[in-house]
T-cell receptor, first 113, second 111 residues
């Protein structure tokens, strides 16, 4: 069974640009969550999608957005990039029932110059 | 909002020794999760603890949950080098799949 796939693995952008990250969940999983990992703030929840609907959102500015498609694949978009957006972005998939393991992808390492 | 604290932040162990990582959380969390992260890699789920008194074991790792004390522990028995990694605990953030992570414990097992 294929795991959670995130693309691209690495990205370098400059301030003010926008970026789109992609996440393909494990087959049969309908929930995709996104997390940001930085040395200073650690792991922080961005948002969660289930059946194409955003169910939960963390405390991030509106520049961070996402969506989910009918095949459960999800994209995350960050507009008007800031230096502080440099981070490892991880997505995780699950069946979405709660009380369950999250399966994380390898992440996208974003560097903003 | 839930706050999760781990200690120690860094743990250097000798192979064959036992040690415990502690995870305290600030408010009620019905569930507690443990993850492992190798350098440059993703998070691997170790345990999901769903109720007070829950104990789970996998190999040399054993996790427990005391919801009354708001404490979870990850006990390492007879450490081996392959256990070197960063270990995170996470509590229930009050919404499905919203986890609040601790700062992580960097474990280095020395031969």
């Amino acid at each position: 069974k294929a795991g959670v796939t995130q693309t691209p693995r690495y990205l370098i952008k400059t301030r003010g640009q926008q970026v789109t990250l992609s996440c393909s969940p494990i087959s049969g999983h309908r929930s995709v969550s996104w997390y940001q990992q930085t040395p200073g703030q650690g792991l922080q929840f961005l948002f969660e999608y289930f059946s194409e609907t955003q169910r939960n959102k963390g405390n991030f500015p509106g520049r961070f957005s996402g969506r989910q498609f009918s095949n459960s694949r999800s994209e995350m978009n960050v507009s008007t990039l800031e230096l502080g957006d440099s981070a490892l972005y991880l997505c995780a998939s699950s069946r979405g029932q709660g009380n369950e393991k999250l399966f994380f992808g390898s992440g996208t390492q974003l560097s903003v110059l | 909002e839930l706050k999760v604290e781990q200690n120690p932040l860094f743990l250097s162990m000798q192979e064959g020794k036992n040690y415990t990582i502690y995870c305290n959380y600030s408010t009620t969390s019905d569930r507690l999760y443990w993850y492992r992260q190798d350098p440059g890699k993703s998070l691997e789920s170790l345990f999901v603890l769903l109720s007070n008194g829950a104990v789970k074991q996998e190999g040399r790792l054993m996790a427990s949950l005391d919801t009354k004390a708001r404490l979870s522990t990850l006990h390492i028995t007879a450490a081996v080098h392959d256990l070197s990694a960063t270990y995170f605990c996470a509590g229930d953030g009050g919404a499905t799949n919203k986890l609040i992570f601790g700062t992580g414990t960097l474990l280095a097992v020395q031969p």
